[in-house]
């Protein structure tokens, strides 16, 4: 991490050179590249947990859904879970292929399902922390018969408060804003690898930095993730480009 580290400093070193060059205040833009990166993280932070909620593979960091047993269909065990002080309760409502609503899923009969999903708590990564609320709400299809990918579509929104970052200095932000959640296609069965193999995640997030000299200054971001198969995915934040690593939740690369 120390080398990936250098990367990113010296990225912003580069940028504010630049920025004196055109006349730009650096101040300023010192604030909008810092912010860009905190908002990557935290933003492909949420996409991994919402992988997890669509039946892609997870981890430690995740919401626990992959240790479930072998012949437990992951995306559908809904009700109340605790992982990691996170809260997670998901309600669930199935159909067959002809819009009949079902009891219960069935591996061959199922058609469709609609799920929403709450979740609460406090987010703790190796160099950033929040109190987090996010609702999402999901509509998978392709479910009948022996199926190798679910299509995942849905919006949903979300709350951070007292979100800290700490790497290369120490900066708080309130951040909301709502999630689309577009063709979001992943392999079935899941296994430890299997990582969605196209679509986006979308956010439209404010930012309001809390505390220090640019206390109350908001930001309105555009992020955009793409899956393409690989743990490593790329991220934009109104143009300016990263990548993901979803395993491990970190930012591997500042393009």
């Given at each position: 991490?120390k080398?990936?580290?250098?990367?990113?400093?010296?990225?912003?070193v580069?940028?504010?050179?630049?920025?004196?060059?055109?006349?730009?205040?650096?101040?300023?833009?010192?604030?909008?590249?810092?912010?860009?990166?905190?908002?990557a993280?935290?933003?492909?932070?949420?996409?991994?947990?919402?992988?997890?909620?669509?039946?892609?593979?997870?981890?430690?960091?995740?919401?626990?859904?992959?240790?479930?047993?072998?012949?437990?269909?992951?995306?559908?065990?809904?009700?109340?879970?605790?992982?990691?002080?996170?809260?997670?309760?998901?309600?669930?409502?199935?159909k067959?292929?002809?819009?009949?609503?079902?009891?219960?899923?069935?591996?061959?009969?199922?058609?469709?399902?609609?799920?929403?999903?709450?979740?609460?708590?406090?987010?703790?990564?190796?160099?950033?922390?929040?109190?987090?609320?996010?609702?999402?709400?999901?509509?998978?299809?392709?479910l009948?018969?022996?199926?190798?990918?679910?299509?995942?579509?849905?919006?949903?929104?979300?709350?951070?408060?007292r979100?800290?970052?700490?790497?290369?200095?120490?900066?708080?932000?309130?951040?909301?804003?709502?999630?689309t959640?577009?063709?979001v296609?992943?392999?079935?069965?899941?296994?430890?690898?299997?990582?969605?193999?196209?679509?986006t995640?979308?956010?439209?997030?404010?930012?309001?930095?809390?505390?220090?000299?640019?206390?109350?200054?908001?930001r309105?971001?555009?992020?955009?993730?793409?899956?393409?198969?690989?743990?490593?995915?790329?991220?934009?934040?109104?143009?300016?480009?990263?990548?993901?690593?979803?395993?491990?939740?970190?930012?591997?690369?500042?393009?």
């Amino acid at each position: 991490m120390k080398t990936l580290t250098r990367i990113g400093v010296l990225g912003l070193v580069a940028a504010l050179a630049a920025c004196n060059q055109d006349g730009t205040d650096p101040s300023n833009q010192l604030l909008d590249l810092t912010m860009d990166r905190d908002l990557a993280v935290q933003t492909a932070d949420a996409a991994a947990e919402d992988v997890e909620l669509m039946g892609g593979a997870g981890g430690p960091l995740g919401l626990g859904f992959a240790a479930a047993a072998a012949e437990d269909d992951v995306p559908f065990r809904c009700g109340t879970h605790q992982r990691n002080n996170l809260t997670v309760v998901r309600t669930c409502t199935f159909k067959d292929a002809a819009g009949a609503t079902q009891a219960v899923y069935h591996p061959l009969t199922t058609a469709s399902a609609t799920i929403h999903a709450e979740i609460n708590g406090s987010v703790t990564r190796e160099h950033w922390s929040a109190e987090v609320s996010r609702v999402r709400d999901l509509v998978v299809s392709g479910l009948a018969g022996q199926e190798t990918t679910r299509t995942w579509n849905g919006t949903g929104s979300g709350e951070s408060t007292r979100e800290r970052h700490t790497e290369n200095g120490n900066r708080e932000y309130q951040v909301e804003g709502a999630v689309t959640i577009t063709a979001v296609v992943v392999p079935v069965p899941r296994t430890d690898d299997t990582w969605p193999l196209s679509g986006t995640i979308s956010r439209q997030a404010k930012v309001t930095v809390v505390g220090g000299p640019n206390d109350g200054t908001v930001r309105e971001r555009t992020v955009t993730i793409t899956f393409n198969g690989t743990r490593l995915v790329p991220i934009t934040v109104n143009g300016k480009s990263f990548t993901f690593d979803l395993r491990t939740r970190r930012i591997v690369r500042d393009d």
